[in-house]
């Protein structure tokens, strides 16, 4: 793209300047001088004497970018990026830094902070002061006179250190520019305010009365003091800043000192300090900007002295605002139709800390006496503020005696305010638009507030936006707007000066997939973005003499003042010149007020140009008038429209939309001011922007598509008139819907209905009249109008985009093709609002509204209504309401127009998207049309049907589709005097029979045809969930043409969703589906509530059930009954019962879960709903007295077969066989008390002969009662080997009662004393847990019996494949179903696929075996798996908690051992080449480095079945050796003690072993006979690693380990050929062992002795296991005293 740069002087485009070659973002100028900023950094400075082109010089500042600069009484005032500013003498050619500083505080302790630097983002110079903009969107001034804004207009007193304008804190100022002797500054408006008396009695820390130095202010504020000014801030409703994470009451600091004053009267200080700057290093926000725009250290954006103290302040708003004006204990009255209601009442006192502020307090209390011979003046139409009066001229010099004696008043109390503010703080400020010399007061009474501003009718509140803030992105041009913080706008500078707004960037935003959700978050963004930049207003303050404030008036302005005309009004862009202001609002149209260029004054106008011009009014002729007092409308050559301005001293430089120049005001002297059209450039070129200042104009202009220039003349107009139409019908006629809907105006809603009825503008009165009792209407037109305001801030937000897009690709520039689904959406969903509300009849008026609303219109919108459609108010108010609908078609026409433009070449991608484009604006506009013919055609059924059916069926989303008086429908064989008429609307079938009527829901229906028979012609069946209907027409058309009505709507109603036809429908309606529907007839789900997918009237899918008692299903559904994964819950008294696993022909069947209402846990197997099988009951909590876990095997609901039940509450374990939930067959119990005993149980009680078994290792046999009790015969047996043999009763823990022989035992004592009958009446370990083992047969298909022993013979090819088939079914289904559950799936690593297998087995191809065992018994979705992990949960109920008894160790031990083999005989059928059970199978590998292995049942399975029970085997184990291992323990403890030599001695190792070569057994004691641990530690440490491996053979593998370390490190010592003796060997060894400090070695031999392979008793690993052993009994057995 060609860009080129135009540089010339006055209104001449020959009198060139010299411009720099780079891009020029800056111009300022002052007589002869010009100076240039570009977008490098760079600064130009050019000399010009009269018609020579001049000079041009760089400006060396060495590393400093640029980004904005001004002239100043002969010196440069610029900014740099890093926001700071300097200065620079033109005649000495100084550069000095200008420091801008907040001004210093003293906290109430005492101590005193210096202020510190403000960052500056531009500047602004007029005659008598200049205006710094912070990035804190915040004003600084520096100066004299009243355009400083600092409440002052006495010239004499200047300002020398930069102070800011605290009138502007909490706001957002976006622009400022400074004229000869006056400001006008761009502000955002402010948002509406919502008082939460809540937060009244919260208190925030005032950080402006703390410093960061002082140490008793950061503890009273928690250190958070330190970091006020950074942006950890978010907004609250008035737009200020409240802290994000400690203070989230809404509530901070508000205001901060006043600035403070010099008396210094040079114009900038030239050595740069103050005694109030703080150095860089108490700087949080400091930073360095590179020349290329990238930031080296961002600064951060301070936030000192604007956080509100008290929400209940006293807040003014602004005049022209669309806001509601909140004032302490004030009653303001709001309409004449609204009583008084009370806005505020916080707060009583309003206290200064700001002597200025006080002193005009005080003015304005003592106003009122100036307010003598005052005459009304005109209330503007746009305004909702106080009446204005203007002073008559006779009154003036009365008026400024008397303000001077109340600025003296004001004086003396602002020196006690000050004083008192110190300890105070701030308490609240006024946003006042005048002063006392203004020319424009308030009226204020002696007993008048002055701070109360009285609101004009229909004031209202409105609803507070989506996004009121702006963040300000500081110094850059592209525009931004994060996810966080997309609720901000931003405002930027552009290289013209005026401001750009956020927008979305172009990446994917044609993606035809992309995410509905992003597409609706992108259109948040989009009518955001345009919402901030209508909500704009324009204030000035200084010099009014020639009118330049835009007030009406010539008074002059020490404070700022709105100029109400242009609020709200998109003003984007404010120029100011000597002694005239521009504005340039976002719709191209441009407002000008001042001494336009003239020497003498002229009358001022006052006519309000927005509200009596028509917003496309077109003209041949240009005119301006002389001066002008308020904003008036700039009139261009045929209408044209603005995109961008400037303004020198006594002109304006505008570039209309096209690219023209025309110049505004003189020529040559002698002339009248005209608008005219300068030539710039060539015709080829286009001029886009333009800088100007003084005389110096500095004009961009590049190459424009003109598909862009006529698009975008198109969308200002229409936005023109959205603006229009927004501010007169929409925002008044928002009004009166609020009152209606809130219920606050005067008039019943009956008297409402009769006026409706019979208005005669309202010709569909009777539906109206229906419809407004209710508040759907009201609610609807809200949303109407919402709507139609959010499709005039995306018009905005696109006008912007492409004034600000400088893209060659048409495509790119044009929004609704570059952003064509976010734009395409918010239409759509006007275009779904507007019909809704057509449909109802909202688009109608009542009288009430028509003379609110349409009778007060401007006469100039009469202009934009054709004459057919001015018959009724009504007609007169939807077609302004529906104009956004015809835009849509002319969205389509243009984009037609492009896509056949035969004139333009476009690339083929360009055109693909211009018709991707069109594509979707086509299908909206044709379903716009579509729409509003449905809801035309439902609006007019409303009116002629029943008031029955309208009241109950009437709503504003739903559409008539069909109506059998017009197209003939009856039920088949239907009685000759019935009566059955049928209405389709696109969600319900409306069965009508006289009176009554019925409605079946579309989305539950399924329609197909009847073939015709001789009972029936041109029959439809219709298939409903509960019933079904056949239905006849008369002629085969009308069949037809039913069904597909039928189809169409069933295809809306599923489909749509609320869309009106945006969707690509199916040909038919889908007959799978999601649907709500309540059963009434059904007696399975009678009175429920069914919401989840159907197929052809049945239940069927995922779903959810809900009954009124409370039941409620969730889950899957078949057929019309549960199947599948589901959750029931049941309510009951108690509680809920929750029933969850997998259901069958509405049963669970299964594993599942029951949580009972009793707080009772089940999880197992169920039938029926019933537990079933193996599974696991918990009752009670663990601290209540019936808490108790079962687990074991039931039947149909009762405990029955082997099981486990742990009655944790009274320490007892019972380990047997159950029968209906009683104790019924052989079983043992044990107790916490080290009491066992075992027996056979009948019906829950112990009867009959049985064994008992006592802690000191006494024991019992005879006969046994219930609970363990002594009942009958029996013998006693002492470990002494003594015994009493006669009758017992009673019970160990409370006494027995003996009547027999005591027999004085013969034998020595045996230790263990364990009877011979011990396990005699113990359920066999291969009977346990036959149940669990079944389930796992049974997934994969296993049958059982005598044939598991012989599988090679019985599993042939087809059998064991079948097995195979039925283990990846499985799998598939434990897959699917925990992909239902919400749990990740387990990744299967090859285990679903059919391993490769052989006849015989080799060594690689049992390693691959072994492989894919670890693998699926390691995978919980695997069968053999999931039967592990049931074993083991088993195991560890048996064995594991509390009760955990010695007694114990020999039946786990024996379950082990059954676990393996029955293990190894399932993993046989998968693999039938595995030797069998007895059969020891040796494989030798062909590589060396691999050990030969023998494949025995504990080879296979040891491996994956240890590591889970180890945990509660090897606790027995422990328990069991306990007396033993506390006897070695003793032992080793105090060998330990000693040191190597000493123990090595004790032991008998061989000196030759350890002793150092060449030194003597004396001399070794002097050096080594200290050290300890210092030998065979690497054999120590293999040895210590006995208790971490949980195999036998691991194990073994350790032990030789151990001695392979032990004979290489005496190999290294002795040689390689040293051979061990045993009496050599065991010496070391038992060194070796009682270093490693093995607590429990006799718990881990004898695991390795019970559960050891016989084979490997044998050999060189049996000799190291028997040393092993043979270490620990001689250790154990050794005296305690024997020892050095």
């Not at 793209?1 to 001449?12: E, I, N």
Request: a negative charge; one cysteine or more; proline letters at 4%.
């Amino acid at each position: 793209m060609m860009v080129a740069t135009h540089g010339w002087r006055g209104g001449d485009p020959k009198n060139m300047l010299i411009v720099p070659t780079e891009t020029v973002i800056r111009v300022a100028a002052a007589d002869d001088l010009t100076v240039f900023v570009t977008a490098g950094g760079r600064l130009y400075v050019g000399q010009y004497n009269g018609q020579d082109r001049g000079t041009l010089q760089q400006v060396e500042l060495g590393s400093r970018c640029v980004r904005d600069a001004a002239v100043y009484k002969g010196q440069v005032v610029f900014v740099t990026d890093a926001g700071e500013v300097f200065t620079q003498d033109l005649e000495k050619k100084e550069v000095h830094p200008l420091p801008v500083l907040e001004p210093k505080k003293t906290c109430t302790h005492g101590q005193e902070e210096k202020g510190r630097r403000v960052r500056v983002r531009s500047v602004a110079a007029g005659s008598d002061h200049v205006l710094f903009l912070s990035n804190q969107d915040e004003i600084w001034v520096q100066g004299r006179g009243p355009a400083l804004g600092l409440f002052t207009n006495k010239i004499e007193n200047e300002i020398t250190n930069p102070a800011r304008v605290d009138f502007f804190k909490g706001r957002r100022v976006m622009q400022v520019e400074a004229g000869a002797y006056f400001t006008v500054a761009l502000v955002e408006a402010l948002p509406p305010v919502h008082h939460d008396p809540s937060l009244e009695s919260d208190h925030l820390p005032d950080f402006d009365s703390y410093v960061r130095s002082c140490e008793q202010c950061r503890q009273e504020t928690g250190d958070r003091v330190l970091f006020e000014d950074i942006d950890e801030f978010d907004k609250c409703p008035l737009g200020l800043l409240v802290r994000k994470d400690a203070f989230t009451d809404g509530r901070s600091d508000l205001l901060s000192p006043a600035p403070s004053r010099s008396s210094r009267n040079s114009v900038f200080h030239e050595d740069g300090e103050s005694s109030d700057y703080a150095p860089d290093e108490l700087d949080p926000t400091s930073g360095e900007v590179s020349c290329d725009g990238t930031t080296l250290n961002t600064p951060v954006e301070q936030r000192t002295g604007i956080e509100l103290k008290e929400m209940s302040r006293v807040h003014k708003q602004s005049e022209g605002s669309d806001f509601e004006v909140v004032d302490c204990n004030d009653e303001t009255e709001i309409g004449k139709e609204v009583s008084d209601r009370k806005l505020s009442s916080s707060g009583t006192s309003s206290l200064f800390i700001n002597a200025d502020a006080a002193r005009q307090f005080i003015s304005r209390q003592l106003s009122w006496m100036t307010a003598t011979s005052i005459e009304q003046g005109e209330l503007l139409a746009d305004e909702r503020v106080n009446n204005k009066y203007h002073i008559d001229s006779a009154t003036e010099l009365i008026k400024e005696n008397v303000a001077s004696a109340a600025n003296s008043a004001a004086s003396l109390v602002a020196t006690g305010v000050r004083t008192v503010s110190d300890k105070v703080g701030q308490l609240s400020r006024h946003f006042s638009s005048s002063e006392v010399a203004d020319g424009e007061l308030h009226d204020l009474s002696p007993d008048s507030d002055p701070f109360i501003l009285e609101s004009s009718s229909q004031t209202l509140k409105p609803k507070m936006s989506k996004s009121e803030t702006f963040n300000t992105s500081t110094g850059s041009l592209p525009r931004k707007l994060s996810e966080e913080h997309s609720r901000k706008k931003t405002h930027t500078r552009t290289a013209s000066g005026g401001l750009s707004f956020p927008k979305l960037g172009r990446d994917g935003l044609l993606a035809l997939d992309k995410d509905p959700k992003q597409v609706e978050k992108n259109s948040g963004i989009i009518v955001d973005g345009g919402r901030h930049i209508l909500n704009t207003e324009v204030w000035a303050w200084g010099s009014a003499n020639k009118g330049q404030l835009g007030l009406g008036d010539l008074s002059h302005r020490s404070t700022p003042t709105s100029v109400a005309t242009l609020n709200h009004m998109g003003v984007t862009k404010v120029v100011c010149g000597s002694h005239h202001s521009a504005a340039l609002t976002i719709d191209g149209e441009v407002f000008v007020w001042g001494e336009n260029f003239s020497s003498h004054s002229g009358g001022t106008q006052t006519n309000d140009v927005a509200n009596n011009q028509s917003p496309n009014k077109s003209s041949t002729t240009a005119k301006v008038e002389p001066t002008v007092g308020t904003p008036q409308r700039l009139e261009l050559p045929e209408g044209a429209l603005v995109r961008d301005l400037a303004s020198g001293d006594n002109f304006l430089i505008i570039i209309s939309v096209d690219g023209l120049v025309y110049y505004v005001g003189k020529l040559r002297e002698e002339e009248k001011t005209a608008v005219e059209q300068i030539p710039v450039g060539d015709a080829a070129m286009r001029c886009r922007s333009v800088l100007c200042q003084c005389d110096s104009v500095v004009c961009t202009s590049d190459e424009m598509h003109p598909q862009v220039i006529t698009f975008l003349q198109e969308e200002m107009k229409y936005l023109n008139l959205l603006k229009f139409v927004a501010q007169h019908v929409v925002k008044p006629f928002q009004q009166v819907t609020e009152l209606t809907v809130r219920g606050k105006t005067s008039v019943t809603p009956y008297r409402d209905k009769v006026s409706a009825t019979n208005d005669k503008n309202c010709p569909n009165g009777k539906l109206y009249a229906r419809m407004e009792e209710s508040n759907q209407l009201h609610q609807t037109k809200q949303v109407l109008l919402d709507s139609y305001l959010d499709v005039t801030h995306a018009v905005a937000s696109s006008i912007s985009d492409m004034l600000d897009d400088q893209a060659s690709d048409v495509t790119a520039v044009i929004p609704i093709i570059r952003q064509v689904e976010e734009y395409k959406s918010i239409y759509q969903k006007y275009m779904n609002i507007v019909c809704d509300a057509l449909a109802i009849s909202g688009l109608t008026l009542s009288s009430k509204e028509a003379i609110t609303v349409i009778e007060k219109c401007p006469p100039v919108l009469s202009s934009l209504v054709p004459e057919s459609k001015k018959k009724t108010n009504s007609e007169y108010f939807a077609h302004l309401i529906l104009r956004p609908l015809q835009h849509v078609h002319e969205y389509a026409d243009f984009l037609m127009k492009m896509k056949q433009d035969s004139e333009t070449y476009y690339s083929p991608f360009t055109l693909d998207k211009i018709k991707i484009a069109h594509a979707h604006w086509k299908q909206l506009s044709n379903a716009a049309h579509k729409s509003q013919v449905e809801a035309e055609s439902t609006k007019a059924y409303w009116e002629t049907c029943s008031p029955k059916i309208m009241e109950a069926l009437a709503n504003p989303t739903r559409r008539i589709l069909r109506d059998s008086r017009t197209n003939p429908i009856n039920v088949h064989n239907a009685g000759r005097f019935s009566s059955h008429s049928f209405v389709l609307f696109t969600d319900i079938l409306v069965h009508i029979q006289y009176s009554n009527f019925s409605t079946y829901s579309l989305s539950t229906m399924w329609v197909e045809p009847v073939p015709n028979t001789s009972n029936i012609q041109n029959g439809i069946h219709i298939t409903l969930p509960e019933e079904t209907l056949t239905l006849a027409c008369p002629t085969s058309s009308d069949k037809s043409q039913w069904i597909y009505a039928l189809q169409e709507g069933i295809k809306r109603s599923v489909m749509s969703k609320g869309d009106s036809g945006m969707q690509v429908m199916p040909r038919a309606p889908p007959l799978i589906r999601s649907a709500s529907h309540t059963f009434t007839k059904n007696a399975q789900y009678k009175d429920a509530t069914y919401n989840g997918q159907w197929f052809c009237g049945k239940l069927h899918g995922e779903g959810t059930m809900a009954w009124p008692d409370g039941r409620r299903y969730e889950g899957q559904f078949r057929q019309g009954v549960y199947q599948g994964l589901g959750r029931l819950e049941v309510p009951s008294a108690g509680g809920v019962t929750v029933y969850e696993g997998m259901w069958k022909n509405g049963k669970l069947e299964g594993k599942g879960i029951i949580r009972y209402a009793n707080k009772d846990v089940y999880i197992g197997y169920l039938r029926e709903s019933q537990p079933h099988g193996h599974g696991e009951l918990k009752k009670g909590r663990f601290s209540s007295q019936a808490a108790s876990v079962y687990t074991g095997e039931w039947s149909n609901g009762t405990k029955h077969g082997y099981g486990v039940l742990d009655e944790i509450a009274q320490g007892e374990k019972y380990l047997g066989m159950w029968q209906n939930n009683n104790r019924h067959g052989p079983g043992m119990v044990v107790t916490m008390n080290g009491v066992y005993y075992e027996g056979n149980f009948y019906q829950n009680k112990l009867t009959g002969y049985g064994l008992m078994m006592f802690e000191d290792k006494t024991y019992y046999e005879g006969e046994l009662g219930a609970g363990g009790t002594f009942a009958g015969r029996g013998t006693l047996r002492y470990p002494s080997g003594d015994s009493i043999e006669g009758t017992f009763s009673g019970s160990w823990e409370d006494g027995i009662k003996i009547n027999g022989m005591l027999h004085k035992g013969i034998a020595p004592p045996d230790e263990e004393n364990i009877p011979k009958s011990f396990g005699k009446f113990s359920v066999s370990a291969s009977q346990k847990w036959e149940c669990i083992l079944q389930e796992c047969r049974d997934k994969l298909g296993i049958s059982s019996g005598p044939e598991m022993n012989t599988s090679k013979q019985c599993c042939t090819n087809t059998s064991r494949f079948q097995i195979w088939d039925n283990l990846a079914t499985q799998l598939e289904a434990e897959k699917q179903l925990a992909s239902r559950q919400g749990g990740t799936v387990e990744f299967l690593d090859g285990i679903d696929r059919i391993p490769e297998l052989k006849e015989e087995l080799d060594y690689q191809h049992f390693m691959d075996i072994h492989t894919y065992l670890g693998r699926a018994f390691g995978c919980r979705l695997h069968p053999l798996g999931q039967l592990l992990l049931s074993l083991v949960d088993a195991f560890r109920a048996t064995y594991g908690g509390v009760v955990a008894h010695p007694r114990l160790l020999p039946y786990a031990v024996q379950e082990v051992h059954s676990f393996t083999s029955r293990l190894f005989e399932i993993v046989r059928v998968l693999f039938p080449n595995l030797p069998g059970e007895n059969e020891n199978l040796l494989l030798e590998s062909e590589n060396e480095d691999e050990e030969d292995i023998v494949v025995t049942p504990a080879y296979v399975i040891h491996p994956w079945l240890l590591p889970h029970l180890y945990s509660p085997l090897s606790t027995l184990y422990v328990l069991y050796h306990q007396p033993k291992d506390e006897e070695y323990w003793q032992r080793l403890l105090k060998w330990n003690k000693q040191p190597d030599t000493a123990l090595m001695t004790f032991l008998g190792v061989d000196v030759k072993f350890w002793l150092p070569e060449g030194t003597s057994l004396i001399e070794s004691s002097r050096t080594i006979g200290t050290v300890k641990d210092q030998h065979f530690t690497e054999a120590i440490e293999t040895l210590q690693m006995l208790s971490t491996s949980f195999s036998p053979r691991d194990k073994l593998n350790l032990i030789h380990r151990t001695f392979q370390q032990v004979s290489k490190a005496v190999m290294t010592k002795l040689g390689s050929n040293y051979l061990w003796s045993m009496d050599d060997l065991f010496p070391v060894f038992q060194y070796v062992v009682v270093r490693s400090r093995i607590q429990h070695l006799g718990a881990e031999i004898q695991l390795i002795d019970d559960l050891l392979d016989p084979h490997m008793q044998h050999g060189e690993l049996g000799i190291m296991f028997t040393t092993l052993r043979a270490c620990y009994y001689q250790i154990q057995n050794e005296k305690v005293s024997h020892m050095l």
